[in-house]
């Protein structure tokens, strides 16, 4: 007979304009506006945008920046769950004007689109494209006064042949030529190469840009720019959809205007560098830290990966650090870390949060989606010192768990159902009763949670349900997962883009 402990972690409140707080990032948002620090008169007041693309999409783009800068009255029915949007304004709470200019626009040619389309080899074409805007970027942010973000329309034509359709499927997986296969071989055979002992042949081969994918190769490489600027990706058929909304096929919608008015102003407000929200009682002697891995596209070896931090603060600020390269293990097919590993990148990951938060840290809690090995332990350990710790393992994969409740909804988000000591099951999907609704349409799947550490399991439930409330890519209620771990994949693939010696930005906002 199993013992289950039930209990309900209260949902957590966020901070907006005024130190008002809400716990819905749209309600908090329309009567209170951002937030900003109480030593700070008001928020962000006006953004500039600059805008790539080609004739049709910058005329979209000006368009959807007409569309948000006036009230959208939402048209769903459940008005808690979709609530209208009061427009991005200095007429309304959130008092932030959008600004465009000519000097900040740069037009792709249809005849460079062309010689792009007719490139063969999909990666090199994807490569090309991406080249193409960097530089058209590179113009506008060259200019003396560069606007806070740009953003990249992108033509139907680079949307299909560039992005995700037929045309483009082996873009997501390297091809690789005889001589790269040879050398895979090689390193499976743990074979010695000549760049080991400082012998560096030098290939007088042209080398050809190749990308693997749009969105992460182009968001990887305007890191690397002089003056990187955070940029918004907007495909024509996106802004087609929006802008033809009540004139399309009902079967054919996909977000409502609305609704996309709330997420897209909300990015870019904070790729502006503003801060749309907070959480209200995120402890602020804590350094949060979620641990992952990715496979580098240009590596020819499947079986090394990269490891990465994802930092956060108090406040919600979000910092990115890469790591070393980690092996799978050979029987869980999981990436973890040396002992050595475990403790230079949880060392840099708390240094890194020193500078940001200035101040030292007196508890540090690291995220994990996969059980902590005893060397990465020992590791991070060594790391964190005499601090506080906390050693969360947060994982989708709850072995087929699932609850009921009596009632027509789901059981509540913030369900805690306790295992045993160190083994517990939140629900982060649920029924939500500020919102009067289970936002999902199938009955929700929890998290399973393996907690080892010094803090009660229901402060670390309740910490990471507050950080399932800080995604700036969305204004949803909230996410399944918490921000520590919740972009560890979009992160890892814009990384997995970039050369290890390429520049870096650790700002959450470059990569979002």
Known sequence: MINLKVRYVPE?????????????????????????????????????????????????????IKLISKPIESQMSNKWLYPSFPSMSK?????????????????????????????TNVNERIGATVNLYINKIENIIDEDNPPHVIVCGIPLEIEEYCGISEKTR???????????????????????????????????????????????????????????????????????????????DVKKRRQDPASFAWNFSTAIYYKANGKPWRLAKLRQDTCYVGISFYIDKLSYNEDVGTSMAQVFTHYGEGLVLRGTEVYIDEKTREFHLSE??????LTSAIEMYKKKADRNPV????????????????????????????????SKRNYGIRFMRVGSYPVLRGT?????????????????????????????????????????????????????????????????????????????????????????????????
């Open 91 to 119: 007429n309304t709470k959130f008092n932030c004007s959008l600004e465009t200019s000519e000097n900040w626009q740069e037009t792709i040619k249809q005849v460079e689109i062309k010689k792009i389309m007719e490139i």
């Open 416 to 512: 805690l159902i306790s295992l045993t000591e160190k083994e517990h099951i939140l629900f982060t999907f649920g029924y939500i009763p500020r919102i009067r609704t289970y936002p999902g349409h199938r009955i929700p799947s929890p998290l399973f949670i393996t907690h080892e550490g010094d803090t009660e399991i229901v402060e670390i439930c309740r910490e990471i349900l507050g950080l399932t409330k800080l995604n700036w890519n969305t204004t949803a209620f909230s996410t399944e997962l918490p921000i520590t771990l919740k972009f560890s994949k979009e992160v890892g693939k814009i990384l997995s883009e970039l050369d290890k010696e390429a520049p870096l930005q650790n700002h959450y906002r470059f990569y979002m």
């Open 363 to 394: 508890r540090v809690v690291v995220h994990k989606s996969t059980l902590f090995t005893e060397p990465e332990k020992s590791g991070f350990e060594t790391a964190i010192g005499d601090l506080r710790q906390d050693f969360v393992t947060i």
């Open 340 to 345: 050595t590993q475990a403790e230079e990148l």
């Open 170 to 248: 082996g873009a997501k997986v390297p091809k690789l030529t005889k001589l790269e296969k040879q050398i895979r071989r090689l390193e499976r055979e743990n074979q010695k190469f000549l760049d080991e002992w400082g012998i560096i042949i030098i290939d007088e081969e042209e080398k050809k840009e190749r990308g693997f994918d749009l969105r992460n190769a182009l968001k990887g490489k305007v890191m690397g720019l002089r003056f990187p600027v955070p940029i918004q990706l907007l495909r024509e058929s996106t802004a087609d959809a929006i802008l033809n909304y009540y004139s399309i």
């Open 12 to 64: 957590e409140n966020l901070v907006f304009g005024g130190q008002q707080e809400e716990k819905d990032p749209r309600i908090g948002l329309k009567y209170f506006g951002p937030y900003y620090y109480s030593s700070e008169n008001s928020a962000l007041e006006k953004i500039g945008l600059g805008i790539v693309g080609d004739k049709s999409t910058i005329e979209k783009i000006k368009d959807i």
